[in-house]
């Protein structure tokens, strides 16, 4: 904008909104015996996934639904938090032990999760953009850059899910 004037953040619902909408959700893919939740992405829009991960000071196994892309084999989400400061749990665990589990429309899979490169943050970010339109400004209220983070798979693929 021009003459002093900045441009409004668009609105998000409350953190606490935030957080019952995903607790929701992760309970209706419970109850539904995991036939409700999870989606593929399409064109311009994310698809929703199951992280299972390994708690890095329990040891216990952690699930939370999380939204992606694909990116050829990879499977791309980032660490937004609700678009509240500080690094999500989930991305905490999956920096201390990299390998983990995902369940997708198709079935599970091993992954090996990490922080895009530069360059590949660079190509993978105009993603999210495409798929929401207020991306950029949201990711902009966080103090800290949002990490994309890359979901490779792993030696064993379906077969060997734990």
Do not use: C
Not at 140 to 149: G, L, N
Request: no cysteine; hydrophobic share 40%; net charge positive.
């Amino acid at each position: 904008m021009s003459d002093g004037q900045t441009a409004k953040a668009p609105w998000l619902p409350p953190r606490w909104f935030i957080r019952l909408a995903w607790s929701v959700h992760r309970g209706l893919y419970k109850v539904s015996g995991s036939r409700v939740g999870l989606w593929q992405p399409r064109s311009n829009r994310w698809g929703a996934l199951r992280l299972t991960t390994t708690g890095r000071r329990t040891g216990q196994q952690r699930s939370v639904i999380v939204a992606y892309f694909e990116d050829g084999p990879n499977l791309v989400t980032v660490a937004m938090n609700g678009w509240g400061e500080g690094q999500p749990a989930w991305w905490l665990n999956l920096q201390a032990h990299p390998d983990a589990s995902v369940d997708v429309v198709g079935g599970p899979r091993l992954v090996r999760g990490r922080a895009a490169t530069d360059d590949e943050r660079l190509r993978l970010w105009p993603r999210w953009s495409e798929s929401d339109a207020n991306f950029d400004a949201h990711a902009a209220r966080r103090s800290s850059e949002t990490t994309v983070v890359v979901l490779e798979p792993r030696p064993g693929g379906a077969s060997a899910v734990q």
